[in-house]
């Protein structure tokens, strides 16, 4: 089992910045991705960043590509994604998700571990 905590979310305007962070905890072996989606209000959920474990590759969506950057901290098994350049329509809740997949973005079904969920509010 993993357990995802995030952390780092909130309001801004746009053109500004967050960063948010996730923690994973218990059995590394049980993922090879960590990865970030969203889920705007009447929307489906997306797919906005992926980052394979151990330097592996890294996958943005299109609606995000230049403005935001994902990383990870191996050592503290904490994903990071740094949002920059923020627009209204990033607004969303944001969630933390892992598991084990090919390469890619995973699809919904491709997520093993989900947290809870952080708020992202940006106002123009």
């Known amino acids: 089992q993993v357990q995802l905590v995030e952390s780092g979310g909130g309001s801004v305007q746009a053109g500004g910045s967050l960063r948010l962070s996730c923690k994973a905890s218990?059995?590394?072996?049980?993922?090879?991705?960590m990865a970030w989606f969203r889920q705007a209000s009447g929307k489906w959920r997306e797919g906005v960043a992926t980052i394979y474990t151990g330097g592996g590759s890294i996958y943005y969506a299109d609606s995000v590509k230049g403005r935001f950057t994902i990383s990870l901290d191996d050592a503290e098994s904490t994903a990071f994604l740094q949002m920059d350049s923020l627009k209204p329509e990033d607004s969303a809740t944001y969630y933390c998700?892992?598991?084990?997949?090919?390469?890619?973005?995973?699809?919904?079904?491709?997520?093993?571990?989900w947290g809870q969920g952080i708020q992202v509010t940006v106002s123009s």
């Open positions: 998700a892992a598991g084990t997949y090919a390469h890619g973005i995973p699809r919904e079904n491709g997520v093993d571990y």
């Open positions: 218990g059995d590394p072996n049980e993922i090879n991705y």
